[in-house]
């Protein structure tokens, strides 16, 4: 049974747009949430997180949406480019161990 | 340079065989991780060391073996008793905190032959 999950498993979106990414969870012990960006063949690289105390948090063009009482939350990319084309994965943990990852979402940005 | 270096990127086996892959990390942190990711899923945890000479079960942990002798080091085996190997494995690290990232290596993608 999946803890975190990503139910688009694909995502198109005009360059300039926004991108709106989703993820939902289950278990209510999560307390730390952090979206990871992936290229084929690499490993996934940081983008942004937020603790349960917030309810967003925002670093240039990517801000990351929390609501606890729903158990959602989303990353917004504004203004989408190119090269956020990628696979974006949502990832959940209990004060910072055993991280759990959600199955993914490929974003593609079309020029 | 501050890194996760895995090693080999790319790895093909026999069945029966065990292989190693290694994961070193110079960034000084505790906690370590193997991952492994198939086509359309995500990343599921085989194990994670915490510290140390100290090392915990993931959610699939059966035919995977690791050693955590020293820190900057967290190697996995693929056992042949592992049903199904072939795939794209990732090492990560982390500083055990409540709020810190998990920092990844390039990845090793293990074919069985």
């Known amino acids: 049974d999946q803890q975190v999950k990503q139910n688009s498993p694909s995502l198109s979106v005009q360059e300039g747009r926004i991108s709106i990414l989703n993820c939902d969870y289950t278990n209510s012990m999560f307390d730390y949430f952090l979206w990871y960006k992936k290229y084929p063949a690499e490993g996934p690289t940081f983008l942004i997180s937020i603790s349960s105390i917030k309810d967003k948090n925002e670093d240039g063009r990517f801000t990351v949406f929390l609501n606890k009482s729903a158990k959602h939350l989303s990353l917004h990319i504004v203004p989408s480019q190119p090269g956020d084309s990628a696979v974006y994965f949502c990832?959940?943990?209990?004060?910072?161990?055993?991280?759990?990852f959600g199955p993914g979402t490929r974003l593609s940005v079309l020029p | 340079d501050g890194g996760i270096t895995q090693s080999p990127k790319y790895l093909f086996r026999k069945e029966g065989q065990n292989v190693t892959l290694s994961c070193e990390q110079n960034l000084n942190h505790d906690a370590m991780y193997w991952y492994r990711q198939d086509p359309g899923q995500g990343l599921r945890l085989i194990y994670y060391s915490q510290i140390v000479n100290d090392f915990q079960k993931g959610d699939i942990a059966e035919g995977y073996s690791v050693s955590r002798e020293k820190k900057e080091s967290f190697p996995l085996t693929v056992t042949s008793a592992q049903k199904n190997p072939t795939a794209f494995y990732l090492c990560?690290?982390?500083?055990?905190?409540?709020?810190?990232?998990?920092?990844f290596g390039e990845g090793s993608r293990l074919t069985v032959l």
């Open positions: 990560a690290s982390g500083r055990a905190s409540a709020t810190g990232e998990l920092f």
């Open positions: 990832a959940a943990s209990v004060r910072g161990q055993n991280f759990v």
